[in-house]
C-alpha cells in the first residue's frame, strides 16, 4: 500500500540540493535556510518504556529547536523494561501517533529496518529464513571397506556475534576426500564465518585475501586432486545413515549442512529479539519485511488518516550500521553461483573446510569468487531488494554500510538514496574511514546528501554545542552535510524527572531533557546554513582512488592522503575519493578527459582528472577492459599492470587475456625505474618509480593499521604537480576546507582548526576573475560581505582573520552586477569600548537547588563559590546588570557586547530584546539594534551541563532525600528513594568526581572591530 506516490519522494530528495530553480537566491536561503537541512536525531526508545504525551513533547521540542528529521529505533540497553510490548497493538498505536505527530510538525522520520539499532531481525523469522553458514562434520574412515554408519550433525559455529543457538539444519551434500590436514590459513574470515566489527577490532578487516596467490593449476602434496572429490550425497539417507564401499586409501567425510549464523536483533527490545533474516534471500526479505516495516505503513495508512496531505512523517528505511556479521551459504548459494561465475562449486565445498582441491591457490580463488557471489546476493536480495520494498511504499533508503559487512563498503553504500557514516565524540572509536566511504558514494554517484550518525560515544553529559564546534566543522570538510546527533532518548517519565531517560550510557545526550535545549537552536541553525551550502552542486575532487576487486573491503586512502592526525584526520589540498570496480565497469565514462559516472537520474557526480591503481597484481579481464576503454577516451591512470586474475571464473584462459591486455596496454609487465608516462589513445598511463612500487604482502592479507594498497599520496601530488594543476587549497596556519561548485558559483568552506585566533593567507585554485568575486558568507549569522583578494596566474589569495575555531564559506559567485566594495583589508581586531563591571544580580532555579537571587560582586566560576546550592548547579543561570552608553565613542556602524569566557551557552537580552544566543567564539552579539544612549537593561542567561548537579547528587548527605514511584509501570511502578534533585538512568556509571567549571565567566565588554593595517 503506498503512502506517498514514488515521484514525489524522488523529487523531495532531490530538490534539496542543487541552485535554486525556483526563484529563490541561494543568499537568502542562506540566510534562513529551508527545513530540509535541518540536522536530526536518533529517536530511542528503551525497551517498552513509551509515553503518548511524552511523544509530542519530543517532537514539538525537536521542531522548536531546529530539529528537522529523526531516525526511529527502539532498543534494549541499560534500563528496566517498560510497560508497552514492542509490536503490541498499543506500540503500534503509539508508533502512528508519532507518525501523525511528525506530519503535524513537518518532521521527517526514518524507521531502522528492523528492532534494535542493526539489521533486520525479530522473532518472526524462521531458522531456515535467516542467516546461515555452510558447516561442516568430519568422519574418518579407511579402505578398502564397507561403510554403515549414522555422521555426525555439523555443529552450528557460534561467537560474540552469533549467539542464538537453535537445532535447526539441512543437509546440503556429503563429500568424501583424501585424508588431509586443513591448509587454508585465517579460514573463518576467508569463508565468511567471521567478520570482526573493524571500528573497533581494526585488524586487517580492510584488505584481506582480496589478491589471492598465483595459482598454476598444478596439484601440491597438500592438496586434493579434483578427480578424488567423491560426492555421495545421494548415498546418505534423511536420517544421516550413510552407506559406501570405502575405496582404497584413508578418506576423511564432511557432512556439509546448512544451519543458522546465530545472528540476532541487537540490542533489540525483549519482544523484539529474534534472528537476522537471510541476507542472501529477497523471500527471507519479503517475510521479514511484512512483518514489521510493511505491517507499520499499513497501520499509518488505515489508522487515524492524515489531517492532510503532507510531505512529512514516515519518508525513509534505514539500514544501520552492518552488526549482523556474515554468512556464506542459502539454500540456493550453489545455484546462484553457478549463474555469476559460471561453473559448478560442489566439488570445491572442501574449501570451507580448509582443504584445498587442485591447489591452495585454487581454493583461495573459489573463496575469492565466493565471496564475490555473496557480495552480489546481498546487494541483489537484501539492500537492493529493500529499495525495491521501500519505493513501493513511497519511501526511499538510507544505508550504513560499514562495520561488520562481508561485502564492499562502497557497493553496499551505493544502494542507498543516503548514504550514512559515523563519527564518535572525541576520544572514541576513529571511525574517519565510514566518513570517507559515506563521502566518496555520493561525491561519486552524485548523491545530494551524506548524513552521519553524529558524535556517538559515551560522553556523560560532558558535550555542548561549543565542544563539538571543530568536530561539527571536520564533518562538513570531510563532505557530511546532514548530521543525526546520536542520541534523543525518548522521555517518558515526565518533566519532573530531568536530565531523565538515557540509552544506557551510549551517545552524547541531545535530547530535551539537556540543560541548554531551550538555546540549542542557534547551533543547529549554523548546522543548517553549512548543510544546505554543501548540498549545492558537486563535490571537487581530484584523485579517484579504485578499490580492490575481493571482498569484503574497506575504502582506505594512503594515509598520506589525510594530515596524519591520529583521530578527526583531515583532507590535503588535492582531494580524493574512492570508487568500487563495480562502480567504475557499470557507470564510469570520460567527460573532457575526466572521469565521471552517470547516476540513475542521469545526470553526473565529481569528475576526477585521474584515476590510482591499487597496488595489487590481480585484476579481471572484465575490470581491465574498462580501465583500457577509459584510458582509450582520454582517461590518466597512475598504477602497475595486473598480472592474472583473481578468480576461477575462465581459469587458465582468463590469466592469459590479463596478461596480454595488460601488456597491451603498458608496453610491457615490469616498471620502469623512473616515473613513466605513457600515452594511450586519448588518455594516459603513468608508472614507475618508487610511488607505483609492488606490495606482494598484500598477497597474504598483511594485518597493518596503515592502508598500503595505494601509491603515496605525495607521488600522486607530484604526478598531478607536473601536469600543471595546483592544490585546490593551501593555507599558511592550520584551516582545514571543503570545495563545492555549481553551475553558478564555486563553495569553500574553510574553518580554523585552532583555538587560537588566526590570520592566514590562503590560496584558492579558482581564479577571482572572469566574473567570479570572492564573497564571504557567515555561517553563524547568515550575514554575507565583499572580500578583498590577489588575482595570480593559477589562484586566488586571500587573507582572512578567524576567531578561535570559526569558519566562513568563501563563495565565487559568476555575476554581472556590481558587488559591494569591499574595505581595505579582511583582517581586524577587536576594541574595547567599555566594560560592564559587577555587582550582578544572579538567579538560579530553586527547583535544581540554587538560590533565586543572589549577588556576585564580581564574575566567577560557580564552582568556586560556597554555597553547595551554586557549586554544583546545573542548568540556567539569569544574570542581570545595566550599563551606560554613549553614541560618540562609537566610531564605527556595529557595537558588539563580547561575553569573554561563558561555560557554557548564553542568551542575550539587552532592554526586553532577545538578541539571540552565544555559543561559539567570538563569544558575542551584536547590540547595534538594541542599543540606546544612556541606561540600558542587560540580561544573560547562562546554561552548563548536567554533570555538577549529577555529582553533587551523589554525595553521601544527597542520597535518598526523596521517594519516586512511577505511574508509567517501570520497576513495577514500587516507591524507591533516589537523589535530591535529578534522575536519570546514567547516573550509576558517571565517572566524573569533580565539577566542571560553569557560569559567566567575562569580561564582558562593549567592543568594536577595528581594520588590521598589517599583521
Not at 549554523?526 to 544546505?532: G, I
Not at 548540498?535 to 579504485?546: P, W
Not at 600543471?724 to 569553500?748: C, K, M, N, T, W
Not at 549529577?950 to 537523589?979: C, F
Request: with cysteine; charged share 25%; hydrophobic share 35%.
Amino acid at each position: 500500500m503506498t503512502k506517498y506516490p514514488l515521484p514525489l519522494t524522488q523529487l523531495l530528495l532531490f530538490l534539496v540540493t542543487s541552485s535554486p530553480a525556483n526563484g529563490v537566491d541561494l543568499e537568502d536561503e542562506f540566510k534562513n535556510p529551508p527545513d530540509a537541512a535541518r540536522p536530526g536525531v536518533y529517536w530511542y526508545f528503551m525497551d517498552g518504556n513509551l509515553d503518548r504525551e511524552a511523544m509530542t513533547k519530543d517532537l514539538e521540542s525537536m521542531k522548536e529547536a531546529g530539529i528537522g528529521n529523526l531516525i526511529f529505533l527502539e532498543v534494549n540497553v541499560g534500563v528496566p523494561r517498560g510497560p508497552v510490548d514492542f509490536m503490541s497493538e498499543p506500540w503500534q498505536d503509539l508508533f502512528v501517533h508519532a507518525v501523525r505527530e511528525a506530519e503535524r510538525l513537518e518532521i521527517d522520520i526514518t524507521l531502522g529496518s528492523g528492532p534494535g539499532w542493526s539489521g533486520s531481525g525479530g522473532p518472526w523469522n524462521r531458522p531456515e529464513n535467516s542467516m546461515q553458514h555452510l558447516v561442516y562434520s568430519e568422519t574418518d574412515v579407511s579402505g578398502p571397506s564397507t561403510l554403515d554408519q549414522v555422521l555426525p550433525i555439523p555443529k552450528q559455529r557460534t561467537g560474540p556475534f552469533h549467539k542464538t543457538l537453535d537445532d535447526w539444519f539441512e543437509d546440503v551434500v556429503v563429500l568424501a576426500i583424501p585424508k588431509s590436514a586443513p591448509v587454508i590459513d585465517d579460514l573463518d574470515r576467508k569463508a565468511l564465518y567471521l567478520r570482526n566489527p573493524f571500528s573497533i577490532w581494526r585488524g586487517g578487516e580492510s584488505q584481506a585475501y582480496v589478491d589471492p596467490p598465483i595459482a598454476n593449476g598444478k596439484g601440491s602434496t597438500d592438496a586434493i586432486p579434483i578427480n578424488r572429490v567423491v560426492n555421495l550425497t545421494d548415498q546418505m539417507d534423511k536420517d544421516g545413515r550413510l552407506k559406501w564401499q570405502v575405496l582404497n586409501g584413508d578418506w576423511t567425510i564432511l557432512r556439509m549442512a546448512r544451519r543458522i549464523t546465530g545472528s540476532s536483533s541487537r540490542p533489540a527490545p525483549e519482544s523484539g529479539l529474534g534472528l537476522e533474516c537471510d541476507k542472501f534471500d529477497a523471500t527471507a526479505l519479503d517475510h521479514h519485511y511484512a512483518n514489521y516495516c510493511g505491517k507499520l505503513i499499513e497501520r499509518i495508512n488505515r489508522q487515524a488518516p492524515s489531517i492532510r496531505e503532507s510531505e512529512h512523517g514516515l519518508t525513509t528505511l534505514h539500514i544501520d550500521s552492518w552488526e549482523m556479521g556474515s554468512q556464506n551459504w542459502t539454500d540456493h548459494f550453489a545455484k546462484e553461483f553457478q549463474n555469476v561465475c559460471g561453473y559448478d562449486p560442489t566439488l570445491y565445498l572442501p574449501a570451507y573446510a580448509g582443504r584445498a582441491v587442485a591447489s591452495e591457490a585454487i581454493a583461495e580463488r573459489f573463496l575469492w569468487d565466493m565471496r564475490q557471489v555473496s557480495q552480489e546476493l546481498i546487494l541483489r536480495n537484501h539492500a537492493g531488494h529493500l529499495k525495491k520494498l521501500a519505493r513501493r511504499d513511497g519511501l526511499t533508503l538510507s544505508i550504513e554500510p560499514y562495520d561488520m559487512n562481508p561485502a564492499s563498503d562502497l557497493d553496499l553504500g551505493a544502494v542507498a538514496d543516503v548514504p550514512m557514516c559515523e563519527f564518535w565524540a572525541l576520544g572514541f572509536y576513529d571511525t574517519t574511514y565510514s566518513c570517507v566511504e559515506a563521502t566518496s558514494i555520493a561525491h561519486v554517484l552524485g548523491k545530494p546528501i551524506v548524513a552521519a550518525e553524529a558524535f556517538t560515544g559515551r560522553t556523560q553529559y560532558r558535550e555542548h554545542p561549543w565542544s563539538m564546534k571543530s568536530m561539527t566543522d571536520w564533518a562538513f570538510c570531510m563532505g557530511i552535510n546532514r548530521l543525526v546527533y546520536h542520541t534523543f532518548a525518548h522521555k517518558p517519565l515526565g518533566d519532573d524527572f530531568r536530565p531523565g531517560m538515557t540509552m544506557g550510557p551510549y551517545g552524547t545526550h541531545w535530547d530535551r531533557g539537556q540543560t541548554f535545549w531551550p538555546m540549542v537552536g542557534d547551533y543547529h541553525q549554523y548546522v543548517s546554513r553549512c548543510s544546505h551550502l554543501l548540498r549545492q552542486g558537486t563535490g571537487v575532487a581530484d584523485i579517484l582512488y579504485l578499490t580492490p576487486e575481493g571482498v569484503p573491503h574497506i575504502f582506505r586512502p594512503p594515509h598520506t592522503a589525510l594530515d596524519g592526525t591520529d583521530v578527526l584526520a583531515d583532507g590535503r589540498g588535492f582531494r580524493f575519493d574512492g570508487c568500487s570496480p563495480k562502480m567504475l565497469i557499470e557507470r564510469a565514462e570520460v567527460r573532457g578527459k575526466r572521469i565521471a559516472f552517470r547516476n540513475d537520474e542521469g545526470g553526473y557526480g565529481t569528475e576526477y582528472r585521474i584515476m590510482v591503481l591499487p597496488l595489487i597484481e590481480s585484476m579481471t579481464p572484465k575490470l581491465l577492459a574498462k580501465i583500457e576503454s577509459l584510458i582509450a577516451d582520454g582517461a590518466t591512470v597512475i598504477g602497475l599492470p595486473p598480472r592474472r586474475s583473481p578468480s576461477l571464473v575462465g581459469f587458465p584462459h582468463c590469466d592469459e587475456e590479463v596478461k596480454s591486455l595488460a601488456t597491451k596496454i603498458w608496453g610491457g609487465l615490469d616498471a620502469p625505474e623512473t616515473t613513466t608516462s605513457i600515452a594511450y589513445g586519448k588518455g594516459t598511463l603513468v608508472w614507475g618509480g618508487t610511488s607505483t612500487t609492488p606490495l606482494p604482502s598484500l598477497n597474504q592479507g598483511e594485518r597493518t593499521e596503515k592502508p598500503t594498497q595505494y601509491p603515496d599520496y605525495a607521488s600522486t601530488a607530484t604526478i598531478l604537480d607536473s601536469f600543471g594543476l595546483a592544490e585546490d587549497f593551501a593555507s599558511d596556519h592550520p584551516v582545514r576546507f571543503i570545495h563545492r561548485r555549481d553551475s553558478q558559483r564555486d563553495i569553500y568552506f574553510v574553518a580554523n582548526q585552532t583555538s587560537e585566533t588566526i590570520h592566514p593567507t590562503m590560496k584558492f585554485r579558482t581564479l577571482a576573475n572572469a566574473g567570479k568575486a570572492p564573497m564571504r558568507w557567515d555561517p553563524l549569522t547568515g550575514e554575507t560581505r565583499p572580500l578583498v583578494f590577489t588575482s595570480h596566474e593559477d589562484h586566488t589569495t586571500i587573507e582572512l582573520t578567524f576567531a578561535p575555531r570559526q569558519s566562513f564559506f568563501i563563495v565565487f559567485a559568476k555575476t554581472g552586477a556590481d558587488l559591494p566594495v569591499a574595505s581595505k583589508t579582511n583582517l581586524i581586531r577587536s576594541e574595547t569600548l567599555d566594560e560592564v563591571s559587577g555587582p550582578w544580580n544572579v538567579a538560579f532555579n530553586p527547583k535544581w537547588g540554587g538560590p533565586d537571587d543572589v549577588v556576585f560582586d564580581a564574575l566567577q566560576d560557580w564552582t568556586e563559590r560556597p554555597e553547595p546550592g551554586i557549586r554544583y548547579y546545573s542548568g540556567i543561570a539569569t544574570y542581570r546588570n545595566s550599563f551606560n552608553y554613549d553614541p560618540a565613542n562609537q566610531p564605527s556602524e556595529k557595537i558588539y557586547l563580547d561575553l569573554g569566557t561563558v561555560h557554557d551557552i548564553a542568551r542575550v537580552r539587552l532592554n526586553g530584546e532577545d538578541l539571540g544566543v552565544v555559543w561559539c567564539a567570538p563569544w558575542r552579539v551584536d547590540l547595534s539594534s538594541a542599543v540606546s544612549p544612556g541606561s540600558n537593561r542587560l540580561e544573560i542567561e547562562v546554561a552548563n551541563r548536567w554533570r555538577n548537579r549529577l555529582i553533587g547528587d551523589r554525595l553521601p548527605e544527597n542520597a535518598k532525600m526523596r521517594t519516586v514511584q512511577w505511574d508509567s509501570g517501570l520497576l513495577g511502578g514500587e516507591p524507591y528513594k533516589t537523589g535530591r534533585y535529578t534522575f536519570s538512568t546514567l547516573l550509576g556509571q558517571l565517572r566524573a568526581k569533580e565539577p566542571e567549571p560553569s557560569g559567566l565567566l567575562g569580561p564582558v565588554r562593549l567592543v568594536q572591530d577595528r581594520e588590521l593595517d598589517g599583521r
